[in-house]
Structure formats: C-alpha cells, structure tokens
C-alpha cells in the first residue's frame, strides 16, 4: 500500500448544498470515527478489483477533513478537508472520473497529487442518501493516468449505492439499536420505577400494617379500658349513675338490673325521678342542691322494678364533660344498716330493760361516781329505789378496810372465767350490814366520757360456805379436832420453826384400847361420845401452840415442840393419861378407858413428818403388844423388828412355791368309846434349811397380808387328798376339821373355791370339818352366817373354835347353821378344880345338847380332865393328853390302831 502524509486541501462549498444540514445528515450515521467494518471493507475491495486501482476508499467529508471509513491501498485514515478531490464528486452528485489529475486543473495542485503517493487517477462516486444528500464518496485512485469503462463507471455506481444501503442499514440498526437501547433503558426504567414502586407500596403496607396495629391495639386497649371502668362500675357496691341537667341517663351500671331489676332499655328511657315514690319531692330537692351547690346527699326508698322498696343512701357530684354539666353518683343500700341500726335501738332497749330487771347489781362509774344504778344494785346494797344510789361516791359503798385496796379505775388484778376483770371486796349495805362481793368491771364510753361498768355478786354466802368446806377439809367432823391434813400442814410448820431455833418437837401417837369392845357392846353411837369427851379432855391438857388431832378411828396425834422427854415423860403424859382415864358416865354405863401412847421426836427420831408419824404409830404398837395401857418412846430396836417382820413376810410369800408347809394331824376322841373319830388338820411351816416356824409367829402375819387366803386353800386341799389318801388304804373313815380364818371366810370367791375343791378331790363332803371362830363370826355376823349358809349347802361341816371367847348371843348361836361347838382351852385348862369354868363347860354342853349341837373340848392335858368331860360332856375332845399333832404317816398308823392310849 502506499504510504503518504495528510495533505492540506482548501476548503470548498457549494451553492447547491446546504453544508450544515448535510453535516448533520452525516452525523445522524453516526459513523464518523468508527471501527473498520467489514461489509464496507468488502465493497472497497470490490471497488478496486473493479476498477483495478491499488486505491479504493469510502470517503466521508465533515467540516474539516476527508474521513475514510473503508481504505485499500492507502495507509492514512483521513486527510484534511481542501487537500482531496471528492468534494468535486459529491457536490456534484455525479460520478467523477479525473483520467490525469496532473492534467486536472481542480487536482493538479492536490497534495495527493504533487506529493506521494502521487495520485494521478481518480473516480468517485458520490453516496447520496435517499434525501437527496451528499456524504461522501466511493472512490478509485491510482498513480498512473487511465480511464474506466462504462462498466467500470456503472460498477462503481452501483457500488456507491450498496455502500449507501449499508449507510442506511447501519443507520437504521443504529435506531434499532437505540430504539431497543431505548426501550431497555424504559424498561428498566419502568423496572426500576416498578421496584420503587413495590418498595412503596411494600413501605407504605408496612405502615399501613403498623398503624393498623397500632390502632387495633389502641382499639383493644380502650375497649379492655372500657370493659374495666364498666366492670369497675359494675362491681360498685351500689347503684351508681351519671344523667345530666335533662335527667337523661347517660351510664348506669349493672346493680340496676342486678338488683333493682330495670333493664337497659327501661333505663334509657326513665328520668332519676321516675324511680321513686312518696321520696320524689326530697330527690328532687338533691337533685337540683348538687347541680348547684356542687354536691348533695338524699336517703330516699327506691322503688326495685318489682315493687319493691328499698331505703338507700344516695349521693351526687356536679362534673362537666366538654362543656356540659352532668351529675354523676351512687345510691347504696342501707338496708341491713337501717336494720342493725333497728336491732341496736332493740338491743340497747333489751339491755337497759335486762340490767334494770337484772338480779345481779349493775353499776355505772363515772369520776368515781355512780351514775347508774339498777334494781340489783338496790337490792344488794338495802336502798329503797337505785334512783338513791345514783349520784353518790363508790367509796361510800365500800366497807372502810377495802376502799384503799379497791381499784376505783377498774383495773383489776385477777380475771374471771369469761376473761372478764374482777376482784373481791366488802361492801356497805345502806344499812350497815357487810358483803362480800365479787366484783367485774369493764371500760366503757359514756357520752364521750370515759366510765366503767361494774357488776357486783353477793358471794357472802359462798364465801361462808367456803370457809366451812375449808375448815371440813381440815378438821374431823366428829370432834372438831384437826384432821390428818391439818396436822401435817402444822407439823411441817412446827418442824421448820423447831429447825430454826434448834429445839425439839414431840409427835405423840395415842389409840385407845378395845375401843371396838365399847362400839360393839354399847354401840356406835356411845363410841362416838366417848371419842368426843377423850377428845376434849386431851384438848384442856394442851397448850395453845401444841395441836391434836384425830386421825379417825380411836387415833388422836398430839404435836408439841420445846419439849423434852423427860417433860413428855414425867409431865404431859401423865396428865394426859389421868384425863383421857376419869370415868366417863355415857348413859347408864361408867366408862373407864385407857390407852396406848407411842411417841417420837424430832430431830432424834426422824426430821420429815411421814417418818415421825410412823415412828410414833410404831411405837404405839409395841405399846399395845407389851400390855397396852402405857406409853413407849420410839427406839431402834423398833425399826430392826419391823424389818424382821418384813423379811418373815417375803419368805412366807416364797413358802408355798418352796413346798415348805406341811400338815399335822391332831386326833378328836369320841369320849365315851376312846376311839379317834375325827382329826384337825394344823398348818407346820418348815423353811428350807432353817428351823421351823411357829404358826403363832406367822398365821397372824399371813392373816394380815391375805396370804392367809392362798394359804388356806392350800390346807384344805392337802386335807382332802389326805383323807381320799387314808380311805384309799382302808383307813377308819373320820371327819378332818380344817380352820378358816376371817379373811378366807369373807373372801368374795370362797364358795366358789370350795365347790371347785370338792369336786376335784371327789372327797365326801360330810367328812370335811370346816372351823371358824366365834370371833371370826362375830366380826362381821350377818355377812357370815350368809356365808355359813352356803357351806352348809355345798354338805360340809361347820364348827364354832374357841366358842365362849367371842361374846356371841344366844339369838345369834340360834341363827348359826353349825354342827359342833368347840369349847375353848381357857375353860378346859383349870377343870376340874375351877368350878366357874366347869359351870361354864356344863352349861356349853347342855347348850348344845338343846341346839341339836356336839361338842369338842379342846386343850384336855390331863386325865382328871378326860374324866370331866367324859362325866358331864361325854361328847369329844382333843389334846396333848390323847395326842400331840402328828405327821400323817403318825396319825394314819394311830388311826390303823383305832384308838389312842389313855393315860
Ligand atoms: N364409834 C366410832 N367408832 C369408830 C369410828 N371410827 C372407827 N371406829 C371403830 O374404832 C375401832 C378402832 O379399831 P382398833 O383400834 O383396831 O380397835 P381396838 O378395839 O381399839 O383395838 P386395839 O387398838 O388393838 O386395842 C374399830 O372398831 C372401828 O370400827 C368412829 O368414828 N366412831
């Protein structure tokens, strides 16, 4: 290709042409400046091969230059706008052909054409838009001079009109292009504004949303308000309204249908009037007094919708919304207030008609002065009307010792029973007469002023009852003497005092002696007098300081302190005994009776009461079993006794489980043959390992512990089995005598015992002897003959032991269901010789003879009194003469002989 420089051409125009409108038909191709294409590129090689030029180019001319869109053969793009030729073509609008441009006035001067590349062809075609306009030019050049053929001409014609399509193809797909750059710059215009707005409306639905909420919440929250203020209203324990200067109701709540029984409606439509009665005109005074004043008060009866009156309080207060006044209240009912009110006036009337009525003395206290007084009050204090007592000082009713230590403000120490204040006083009768009083008060109110209520009780009586439960409590009913209790109470005293000072104090135990003689002979009554006169004799020999008293029974205790024994034993003793000793005359009857004293002393003896009353009783005691009748100081010796009696006890309690008791036999001989036809069964006690017991040492010991009950039945048992024994070896059959003591007698299951004992040994109950003494019978006569009645039932044998001891009636010996009378060994012992005692041993014997009854003697020793009784009792007897009590094997071998030997 040749290589040239841009070459400086003059500028041209041409008349024809309108050089702006054409500029700006070229620029709306919009092609000026662009990239090579290769369509345009192919018609420039078209161009050349056509013509068959080394140059081809498609020239555009603008304001200052020739710019080449398409090029063959030439390197430069563009050259200035009056250094090229094609101005000529394209103003002319005609196909230009230059053979020699050297030749060519209009060229010879181009720079193309004096310098390289030399130019000295040229053709060009102009490109003319289908308006008409000139662009430019598709053009051939060459360096030689030549010349085109037609077809050349024609060719390169056709080629600048192709060139032209492509203008305008290119043209129209730049307005495509634009019109689609177009239409996506709207679309995404519309795009974008579509976004904004979905955006918006998003934004705005947001909102929207938010202040729904917001006003659904507000909604909510004014109505739970409104919900609230009309439960608030609805639960107003009352009718509560509000209605304004027209009496049109605006709100009202539920207590009108709840209670008052008026529906919404029948609200709506009513005035406040409309629900009163006989109240209207005072309704309608409040009414028209709070809109004015602000605020009023009524107490009217509201009619309910049934008919219905109710009282109800009502009240109103002026407001104003927005202007407007209206009058907002609440009416209550004071039903059960106007009731209690009722039921208070009642009870004040019953109260006041209860303490005018009252029996109980009513006071009211005020500064200290009676203000009120009731019937009560007037009769406890001898006043002829209470209208008397009212007005005067509390202390004038007031026994003088007591006006200082009466509580005039009410407050009192203790409390009674309901929890009330009270206390006890004297007071003053209007007469003078004194009372006790107790006395309960309590704080009242009276006219705004403080007062105090005081009831008042006559409790003289009480407390004079009182004292004489207190002085019984104390003192023996029989001599007025003090009793157990009392003297305790004084021992104690006398015992702290003697502790003080150091001294002596005396407890001095008297019982007199067979007083049980003097009951039973001469009877309770003639006891209890001579229980009195001993008493009061005893009393006369004491100082006022000492105290007696009875303990019961014929027991009298005498306390003295500062007293030694020398003084107890020479003087006041003596003394006592003398006076308790002067004959009595009880009736017809000279009494002279004696006692036995025991005595111990503080501190030697004992320092607590209990062992100074035992030691003392301990010491009467052994008075009694040394003679009776005398006066024995406590000593040791006494307590060592007791224990030994202790001991004995325990093992006489062991006794029986240790089979140490056994049986001997003593014969009865039936007098007029000399054979043994009975035996009496005696109770030995041999402690193991040591020596035997005596029964005097222990049957009394047993008697009074009850062993004496499991004792004895032990004895009646081994009885019979010792006489089914002596049977079963063919011995005689004889009767065995067993002894009952009292206790075994009077015990509540004896018979029971008995019967069950019977039928166990299977013994005949003809040949058990059962011996109770006169004594024993006469202790409790009635209860025992009962009793014999049934042993004679169950077919036993009864015998009276010791008969002539025990001071029994000849009535009563009628009544005893017995078989045998045993005379007592006190008769026997001096016989023959003693004519009292065979008298009295004639006489038994006769007695029985005519009661049906046999007799055994007992104690018979010798043969004078064998024969005695042979001569004049001629019955039984038993005694060391015939034979001493014998182990059984002994007796059964007595028995086989048949009879015993008479000395
Ligand atoms: N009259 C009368 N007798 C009473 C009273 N209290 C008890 N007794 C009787 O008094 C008696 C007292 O019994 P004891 O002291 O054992 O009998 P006792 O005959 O004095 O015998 P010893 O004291 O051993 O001499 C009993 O018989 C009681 O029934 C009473 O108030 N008045």
């Known amino acids: 290709m040749a290589r040239t420089e841009a070459v400086d051409c003059s500028t041209d125009t041409h008349p024809s042409i309108d050089e702006p409108g054409r500029l700006a038909a070229l620029r709306q191709y919009r092609i000026l400046d662009t990239d090579p294409e290769i369509e345009f590129d192919d018609l420039t090689r078209l161009a050349s091969a056509l013509c068959g030029t080394p140059i081809a180019l498609i020239s555009l001319l603008d304001e200052n230059r020739y710019w080449f869109k398409s090029r063959v053969g030439l390197d430069i793009c563009q050259v200035p706008r009056g250094g090229g030729f094609c101005i000529h073509a394209l103003f002319s609008r005609e196909l230009m052909v230059v053979e020699d441009a050297e030749q060519d006035p209009r060229m010879k001067t181009s720079p193309l054409v004096t310098r390289p590349p030399h130019v000295r062809f040229y053709a060009g075609a102009p490109l003319i838009t289908s308006d008409g306009v000139p662009l430019g030019t598709l053009c051939v050049l060459d360096y030689a001079p030549r010349a085109l053929t037609p077809e050349q001409r024609d060719g390169l014609r056709r080629l600048a009109r192709h060139v032209m399509v492509l203008f305008e193809l290119r043209k129209n797909n730049d307005a495509l292009r634009q019109a689609v750059a177009e239409r996506d710059q709207a679309e995404w215009e519309l795009r974008q504004i579509r976004q904004n707005l979905e955006q918006r409306v998003t934004e705005r639905s947001t909102e929207l949303l938010e202040a729904n909420e917001h006003l659904r919440r507000e909604a909510a929250e004014r109505e739970r308000e409104k919900n609230l203020l009309d439960e608030l209203l609805d639960s107003l324990p009352g009718a509560f309204y509000v209605f304004d200067d027209h009496g049109h109701f605006l709100r009202w709540n539920r207590h ?91 009870a004040e009337q019953r109260y006041r008609m209860v303490a005018q009525l009252s029996p109980t003395a009513i006071f009211v206290i005020r500064d200290g002065r009676c203000v009120f007084a009731n019937q009560g009050a007037a009769r406890l204090l001898r006043s002829g009307s209470a209208s008397e007592l009212v007005g005067r000082a509390l202390l004038d009713f007031l026994h003088p010792q007591c006006r200082d230590a009466f509580p005039v403000d009410a407050v009192f120490p203790e409390r009674d029973w309901h929890g009330s204040p009270r206390t006890e006083t004297r007071m003053l009768a209007l007469d003078g007469s004194e009372l006790d009083v107790e006395v309960a008060s309590a704080p009242l109110r009276l006219n705004d002023v403080d007062a105090h209520i005081m009831v008042a009780h006559d409790i003289t009586d009480s407390k004079r009852h009182q004292a004489q439960l207190q002085y019984q409590a104390h003192h023996d009913a029989l001599t007025g003497l003090p009793n157990r209790a009392l003297l305790i109470d004084r021992l104690e005293a006398m015992l702290a005092r003697c502790e003080r000072h150091g001294s002596q104090a005396h407890v001095i135990f008297f019982d007199l002696d067979n ?389």
């Open 515 to 903: 007083f049980k003689l003097i009951n039973d002979s001469l009877g309770h009554h003639v006891g209890d007098e001579l229980l009195k006169l001993v008493g009061s004799r005893m009393q006369e020999c004491m100082r006022r300081e000492d105290t007696l008293a009875r303990l019961g029974g014929d027991e009298f205790v005498v306390a003295v302190a500062d007293k030694t024994d020398r003084e107890i034993a020479q003087f006041l003793l003596p003394r006592m005994i003398a006076a308790i000793g002067q004959p009595y005359l009880l009736g017809d009857k000279e009494i002279h009776p004696v006692c036995s004293i025991g005595i111990s002393s503080y501190p030697a003896d004992g320092e607590d009461v209990t062992t100074l009353l035992k030691r003392a009783d301990m010491a009467m005691y052994r008075a009694k079993e040394t003679g009776r009748n005398r006066f024995q100081f406590f000593t040791e010796d006494m307590n060592r006794k007791i224990d030994e009696r202790l001991r004995l006890q325990s093992r006489l309690q062991r006794a029986l489980q240790r089979g140490e008791f056994i049986v001997h036999y003593q014969p009865k001989v039936d007098l007029p043959s000399g054979r043994i036809c009975g035996a009496e069964a005696l109770l030995r006690w041999h402690p193991l390992g040591e020596e035997a017991v005596p029964p005097s040492k222990f049957i009394g010991l047993a008697e009074e512990t009850g062993l004496i009950v499991p004792i004895g039945d032990w004895v009646m048992r081994a009885a019979c089995a010792q006489s089914k024994e002596w049977e079963a070896h063919g011995l005689p059959a004889i009767s065995i005598a067993v002894n009952c003591s009292p206790r075994q007698l009077l015990d509540p299951d004896f018979i029971e015992r008995m019967h069950a004992l019977l039928e166990e040994t299977d013994i005949d109950p003809g040949r058990l002897e059962i011996e109770v003494t006169e004594g024993t019978i006469m202790q409790h006569p009635e209860e025992a003959i009962a009793i014999l009645a049934r042993m004679k039932e169950l077919g036993l044998k009864l015998s009276v032991d010791d008969f002539g001891t025990g001071y029994s009636s000849l009535s009563y010996l009628k009544r005893f269901p017995i078989d045998r009378l045993k005379i007592d060994q006190s008769f026997v012992r001096d016989l023959p010789d003693d004519r009292d005692d065979a008298a009295i041993v004639e006489a038994v014997a006769s007695l029985a003879r005519s009661l049906g009854l046999r007799v055994t003697a007992e104690g018979v020793e010798t043969a004078a009194q064998a024969e005695f009784l042979r001569q004049h009792c001629n019955d039984e007897a038993q005694g060391y003469y015939f034979s001493k009590p014998l182990p059984a094997a002994d007796f059964a071998a007595l028995l086989r002989a048949g009879a015993v030997a008479m000395h």
């Open 256 to 346: 009108f249908f709840n209670v008052l029984g008026y529906s919404d409606e029948e609200m709506a439509d009513r005035h406040p009037p409309d629900f009163f009665a006989g109240d209207k005109p005072a309704v309608a005074a409040a009414i028209a007094k709070a809109f004015m004043e602000g605020e009023a008060e009524v107490v009217a009866h509201i009619i309910k919708r049934n008919g219905e009156s109710l009282p109800y309080l009502f009240n109103g207060h002026r407001i104003e919304i927005d202007g407007k006044t209206y009058l907002c209240g609440m009416g209550v009912d004071i039903s059960s207030q106007k009731r209690a009110e009722q039921r208070t006036a009642e």
